[in-house]
């Protein structure tokens, strides 16, 4: 019956699951955030509301992402989390609201999270040239991140291009968004908002994602130009 779950071929019902949390001592928000899910998983789409004081709001994301084969992402204003260095992932995640241990706790899921890059057959990310040029933790930090995506960008599965500033209207506009693929379940739209995560299901809707991501990459620098420019603004920074 687990296995029929996992593989998606029966989804269980709301009072099965929560006779598996209690089996497993799961309580509290993250027992309800479960159950609510549970609730609306015959439909075609999900839309996850995040807890704003959850270290791991991303936890559903988080086992799609460690179960995928493929990735393409789309980031316009900021560096992937994947290929965030340290520094950098501290910097994004420190806000007023969060306490320090809050934010240590967020960033060692968000390190431990790099691990996948290592499993998938491809990862291909499409980064807009304002997230380069943010000044996030400052010039230091952010030539560390900029020389960690030049380092990265060497892995063999991995494919980096950058989106100049100055085009023309494209989908990309609308926003961030994730593609993800897997080798026995359908494949997924993972889109993050500041007080819900979207998971698009829908064949068509899929569909029109990817022909949006095959858009802005054909309009993206190529894998060389990408890491030419990098390095410009690395050596702007240092100025």
Known sequence: MLSLWEKGTRVPKVKEVAALLGCLSIVGAERERILELAEHAHEPDWLEKVMPNAPLSLTSYIECERTATGIA???PLL????????DYARAVLA???RSREEVDK??????????VLGSLTSYRATIGEAALRASIGGPTVMIDQLDHLLTVAERANVSLRVMPLGMNYHQGLCGPFSILDFADLRPIVFSENLGSN?????EEQVAEYRKAAKDITNLALSERDSCTLLREVIADLEV
């Not at 979207?198 to 829908?202: A, C, E, T």
């Open 73 to 75: 992402t789309w980031h």
């Open 79 to 86: 560096i992937p989390g994947l290929l965030q260095s340290g």
């Open 95 to 97: 806000t007023k609201r």
């Open 106 to 115: 967020r960033l060692l899921v968000r390190m431990a999270r790099k691990e």
């Open 198 to 202: 979207v998971y698009l299901y829908d």
